[in-house]
T-cell receptor
């Protein structure tokens, strides 16, 4: 069964460093998302992406964050200058149709980011 | 803005007993509601959704949810709990932003099923 894959599974970085989290969505999906989960609890929306541009973003997704689909298969989240509070599990998700047509997102297993 | 609330941090039930995980919503217009489950160290998995139609929605693993417009609730239910149902459950709603839509999750409820 097709699945969303994420790398790395765990990354440890120093505060102020840049981090890139990578995702390979399911191949025929058109909509892509990043979420984060802090302390195994609340799942927070960061950004949605469609047709090579951001379609929606939350207040969390400030100027230090960016997303890119560089080669038609990967979908990346870049954090330019990490802060301690960026430590979280970051989940990538994809869906074949827009939210109102399905609402079913397919999630990867996450990338754990630890900022020291 | 659309939102959902899960009033319980944890629900404990014995195996074989019915379970209910509560969710209330606040939306303008017609609600699009969902339940997702997260097993330890895994991503979220879709369980079921309510878009329109029957108020009782059936989903994966024997779960169902009842949409109640007058009580603005969308509680997740299962007639007979299994130990393997122990997980973190999230209620979610579609949020319509200026430029697009996003799925917004509640804070989650930990379900613990004891044998």
């Amino acid at each position: 069964e097709p699945e969303v894959t994420q790398t790395p599974s765990h990354q440890v970085t120093q505060m102020g460093q840049e981090v890139i989290l990578r995702c390979v969505p399911i191949s025929n999906h058109l909509y892509f998302y990043w979420y984060r989960q802090i302390l195994g609890q609340k799942v927070e929306f960061l950004v949605s992406f469609y047709n090579n541009e951001i379609s929606e973003k939350s207040e969390i997704f400030d100027d230090q964050f960016s997303v890119e689909r560089p080669d038609g298969s990967n979908f990346t989240l870049k954090i330019r200058s990490t802060k301690l509070e960026d430590s979280a599990m970051y989940f990538c998700a994809s869906s074949p149709l827009g939210m109102r047509n399905t609402g079913e997102l397919f999630f990867g297993e996450g990338s754990r980011l630890t900022v020291l | 803005a659309q939102s959902v609330a899960q009033p319980e941090d944890q629900v404990n039930v014995a195996e074989g007993n019915p379970l209910t995980v509560k969710c209330t919503y606040s939306v303008s217009g017609n609600p699009y509601l969902f339940w997702y489950v997260q097993y330890p160290n895994r991503g979220l998995q879709f369980l079921l959704k309510y878009i329109t139609g029957d108020n009782l929605v059936k989903g994966s693993y024997g779960f169902e949810a009842e949409f109640n417009k007058s009580q603005t609730s969308f509680h997740l239910k299962k007639p007979s709990a299994l130990v393997s149902d122990s997980a973190l459950y999230f209620c979610a709603v579609i949020h319509e932003g200026q430029a697009g839509t996003a799925l917004i999750f509640g804070k989650g409820t930990t379900l613990s099923v004891s044998s």
